[in-house]
């Protein structure tokens, strides 16, 4: 039991940390249609980001994950402006930003493949390495930040969408462009907004991450499948349905790998059947849009 | 003024024929997984080329390096071994991975033209196609996994657990050290892969736990992977002791692993007390200012020994270069004390198999030989 318990804890930080991703993508998907895949490389470029500040500058962690997530919302706007915007506005059909976008993950990990020396850096723990125990339930304080943290921002998210007329404007874009605009709603800053907030949140995945697995350049792609199949179990129609999506995923691979009677090697296809079976049985995901 | 003009002639011709280099070409990965191996180990070579030059060169002729990336592709490294050989090679120094070495071989083979790899370490590099154009001084997988286990042995395990990553390289090792463990008549209770992109390696050091072993052997060669599987070990408190595949040789693990790695033993091909290493880190500091770790050491040997062979060879014609690397006898930077790197009875794989040292972590940083070969 205690054993089951200490692997709940391990596999909830992993589904938070794909939940996070696919919240990145939800963000961006829901008012715009637009898949974008760099998602990985901006958690990349949070995790090198944190080794920077945090362990050669050593920086104190909170100040500097804050400037760390300050610079994503910049990275996430300025990608906006450069490769999406400007499709947009020429009419271009939606496919043409998704490659866009393709291109701007190849010339992030590039940049910092060239930047950094090629090993895998250290980022620090916020409360160092430890255990923590409540009872029967056991892990380490990095999963239990991590949980703390992403709960806060689904909820911090869940609130924006549901509460505030911000929150409720993007979910009109997201229903029906052409009215919202005609309602006087602002298309480019809706889209805007939505890169900014993406990025921010897949680089809090990437910070959150990077101390268990460490800042290294090709940690993106990963991250970004794994979120992507968490988004597509959960579905794009609600916040909710990203976080469950990653659990999911978290949980059917860690419990395949501890538990089922076949060679470990075999248990990393688990994931890929979940995907293939969700999109054949419930291609819209678990959870639906409310009408 | 006809005699003037042959005169000018003759010694342009002359100049032009004592500053022809000879051209090696090198085959690396500077932006794919191999990255991390294969830019220290172009560094070695660049250096060992820059000290042969700086003393005269090779048969009074510079060496002239042509550097490609393959990105560790095989789907281009043949390609780019092609591109070499068009350009006029006399000799082809792999420092990529594996899968992309042995597919610059299909080009070796045809256009006969001298290849070698100083650091693959996959046994079939030299066992799969029937090359005599291509030689292999790395340590080899299946020798690696018999020095770790020729050390083990005194410990007398019964029950041991294995864990690797789903990298090639990864699956290769994780392969030759089944086979040496189960010769060894140990028991394999766990048997656990940790895929390229995981979040933790929780589960599998679970299954390990529960399993019981008396020793835990890593085969993965993915510096985050293992990482994880270390933080596991640590979380979960077990305490079997931890005998790695060469790969915990690369000096990362002490920053990027501190405070994880301490006691685990480890392969390497690299003694830091070799009369040999000491003078090639100091040059090495000397000439670049930069502390060398075991992979330049890979690198610089291998272009010793390209220069090594054409010197004995006395021409820059290929079949010579062949026939004189065939009979290599050379002491290098790499493996322990007082070995010697040859082919012996028509072999292609050139590290002494009892060439191999264990040595282990302490405070962090990588400490003294425990063991040395396979008896």
């Given amino acids: ?291 | 003024m006809r005699f003037l003009g042959f005169l000018a002639c003759f010694l342009l011709s002359g100049s032009v024929l004592s500053q022809e280099t000879i051209k090696i070409g090198v085959i690396t990965d500077r932006v794919g997984v191999s990255k991390p191996y294969s830019e220290p180990a172009t560094e070695g070579v660049v250096f060992g080329a820059d000290e042969i030059n700086r003393k005269g060169g090779v048969l009074g002729r510079k060496i002239e390096l042509l550097i490609e990336d393959d990105q560790s592709r095989p789907d281009i490294s043949a390609t780019l071994a092609r591109k070499l050989v068009d350009q006029g090679v006399v000799f082809i120094l792999s420092v990529s991975l594996s899968p992309a070495t042995q597919q610059q071989q299909t080009v070796t083979m045809e256009a006969k033209t001298p290849q070698m790899t100083p650091m693959n370490s996959a046994d079939y590099l030299t066992t799969q196609l029937n090359n005599p154009w291509f030689w292999q001084t790395g340590p080899l997988g299946s020798t690696q996994g018999a020095t770790l286990l020729a050390h083990a042995k005194a410990k007398n395990f019964k029950r041991v657990a294995l864990i690797t990553d789903n990298s090639d390289l990864g699956q290769a090792i994780a392969k030759a050290f089944r086979g040496a463990l189960e010769k060894a008549g140990m028991q394999i209770v766990a048997d656990e892969v940790v895929a390229r992109g995981a979040t933790t390696a929780t589960p599998q050091m679970q299954k390990i736990r529960a399993a019981n072993p008396e020793a835990m052997f890593l085969a993965g060669v993915l510096t985050a992977e293992n990482v994880l599987i270390f933080r596991a070990y640590k979380e979960l408190g077990v305490k079997f002791p931890i005998h790695s595949s060469y790969n915990l040789s690369v000096p990362i693990y002490e920053t990027v692993a501190k405070g994880l790695v301490n006691g685990i033993t480890f392969v390497d091909a690299y003694d830091p007390d070799k009369p040999e290493v000491k003078a090639f880190v100091a040059a090495y500091k000397k000439a670049t200012g930069k502390d060398s770790q075991n992979l330049h050491g890979y690198g610089y040997d291998g272009i010793m020994l390209i220069a090594d062979a054409i010197r004995r060879a006395g021409s820059t014609d290929k079949e010579k270069i062949r026939e004189a690397m065939q009979k290599t006898n050379y002491a290098g930077v790499m493996g322990a004390k007082g070995m010697r790197y040859s082919f012996p009875e028509g072999k292609r794989a050139g590290f002494d198999p009892n060439g191999m040292v264990v040595r282990v972590y302490e405070h962090d940083r990588q400490g003294r030989v425990l063991h040395v070969g396979l008896k």
């Fill in chain 1, 1 to 291: 039991m205690q054993d089951f318990l200490e692997l709940a804890v391990s596999a909830t930080a992993s589904g938070c940390i794909y939940g996070l991703i696919a919240l990145a993508y939800l963000l961006m998907i829901r008012p715009t249609g637009i898949i974008n895949f760099a998602v990985g490389e901006w958690a990349m470029v949070a995790a090198f980001g944190g080794h920077l500040l945090l362990y050669r500058y050593e920086w104190p962690y909170f100040a500097g994950m804050a400037a760390v997530l300050a610079l994503m919302v910049v990275v996430g706007w300025v990608t906006e402006r450069i490769a999406v915007r400007p499709l947009v506005e020429k009419g271009s059909a939606v496919l043409a930003p998704i490659l866009a976008l393709l291109g701007v993950l190849v010339i992030t990990r590039e940049i910092i493949s060239v930047s950094f020396p090629p090993d895998p850096l250290p980022v620090p723990f916020p409360f160092g390495i430890g255990r923590l125990e409540f009872g029967l339930v056991g892990g380490s304080y990095q999963s239990f930040f991590i949980i703390a943290v992403t709960l806060a921002v689904f909820a911090g998210t869940w609130f924006f969408f549901e509460k505030t007329l911000w929150g409720r404007s993007f979910e009109a874009v997201a229903l029906n462009r052409r009215a919202a605009a005609l309602m006087g709603i602002n298309l480019s800053r809706v889209t805007a907004f939505s890169f900014s907030g993406g990025a921010a949140v897949a680089g809090l995945g990437g910070l959150l991450v990077s101390p268990n697995i460490s800042a290294h350049y090709l940690m993106g792609v990963p991250l970004a499948i794994q979120g992507f199949t968490a988004l597509v179990i959960g579905g794009v129609g609600r916040v909710e349905g990203a976080l469950i999506g990653g659990l999911l995923l978290a949980f059917a691979e860690q419990l395949t790998i501890r538990y089922a009677p076949i060679p470990s090697g075999f248990a990393q296809g688990v994931p890929l059947l979940f995907l293939m079976a969700f999109l054949i049985v419930r291609p819209a995901g678990l959870l639906r849009a409310r009408a």
